[in-house]
């Protein structure tokens, strides 16, 4: 497979959606010709007028104020074409969480380039569900006025990295807004531009948007639904037993990833790779108060027989197996074919397939067991159920 076993096991991590073809190399196509490279922009941004709230609280939309059309307005359109992470409340609902660590919404785009990952993210803290960060100067920040409100700029540690608080006209909303290792393209001031993104963010606060704004398929993955969409809270509360929180984190990738698994000499095998992810939690996860939080990965194929062509996570001799090491069978039914459990970081993943989806699940918090035999007897249940949700929803 000309890909290393590091990367792939990333790819696996975050889920997959994949299509393989053969193709000879002398040009005598097995199945197909060379399918080309893969498809870049499969995601698109969508907004919605409606606004959201949680409990009297009118929530404010990262993604709102940093949209992909920001971006590429202020000059960094290349930060928005990779990783899309996303914290949000997907509809309004009562208020069961307060003084949450974690923002209550937030909007990163990160992209990998030579040497450096470059990042943007934007942090909303609202009161009460957060306790923002004072209005006042921190450390060594420097006072200033961004878009006619008070803000808060902190000296940069490495030229291309940022961070200012921004602050709504009440001081109970907070935004946060980080950059990382920016670099200078030929042409190009990313001061200059960064400054002008931070000012676009601040008149979009002080505007108080509503909108709501979330990320979709388009072109081949247009009938692909969001992770969050399989991933409901009605699910989550029926397997966890736990009241959801009504915040969600989500992540996507913006393009494939095309990958090459060699047969022979003459024949190749073509995948090609993109994730989506979805984590519910309980109100007291966010507060730092235990509770429990359940992660959903995927991993979409093209069709079903592509699944084992990607080298599932189950199969002895993945990608995955070699990274991340043995796996534990399940000994009962979960999906279309072999289930395992095995660790990432302290954490038991529940891996298994369905339809044409590669799922991983992650519960944390007391509920989620550290020995795999008992892991396997308690999230067996839950896992085949997560098995129908897919199937349904997916195909």
Known sequence: MIITAVLAAVVLV????????????????????DPGPADGDILEQRTSPEGVRYGDLAVIDACTLMPV????????????????????VPKSVRATAEDASDGISSCRYDV??????????????????????????????????????????DPKKDPGDYFTRVYSVDGRTAVLVHASNLGDNKGFDHETAHAAL?????????????EQTRFAYTGRYEDVPAACDVLTDAFFEQVSQAKDSGVVQAEFWANEMRKEFPQSKTETQYAFVTSQMCQRSSPEWLMRERGVSLKMELSIH??????????????????????????????????????????????????????????????????????????????????????????????
């Open 14 to 33: 975050g889920g997959a959606v994949t299509a393989a073809v053969f193709i000879k190399n002398d040009d005598a196509p097995a199945v197909a010709g």
């Open 69 to 88: 059309t920001l971006l590429e307005e202020t000059g960094f359109g290349d930060v928005a074409h990779g990783l899309h992470s996303q914290t949000f």
């Open 112 to 153: 990998v380039k030579p040497g450096r990952t470059e990042f943007l993210n934007v942090t909303v803290q609202q009161a009460p569900f957060n306790d923002p960060l004072p209005a006042q100067v921190i450390g060594n920040a420097v006072a200033k006025t961004i878009g006619g409100l008070r803000a808060f700029v």
């Open 198 to 210: 931070v000012e676009k963010i601040a008149l979009n606060l002080a505007a108080a948007p509503k």
């Open 302 to 395: 093209r069709d079903a027989a592509m699944v084992a062509i990607n080298e599932p996570d189950c199969a002895q001799d993945s990608a995955a197996r070699q990274a991340l090491g043995k796996a534990t069978p399940s000994q009962e039914k979960v999906g279309d074919a072999d289930a395992c459990v095995f660790p990432i970081g302290d954490s038991l993943v529940y891996s298994f397939t369905a339809g044409r989806t590669q799922v991983r699940l992650t519960p944390y918090g007391p509920w989620a067991s550290k020995a795999p035999e008992e892991f396997i007897g308690k999230f067996t249940p839950v896992a085949q159920k997560a098995a129908d949700e897919v199937r349904k929803a997916i195909g």
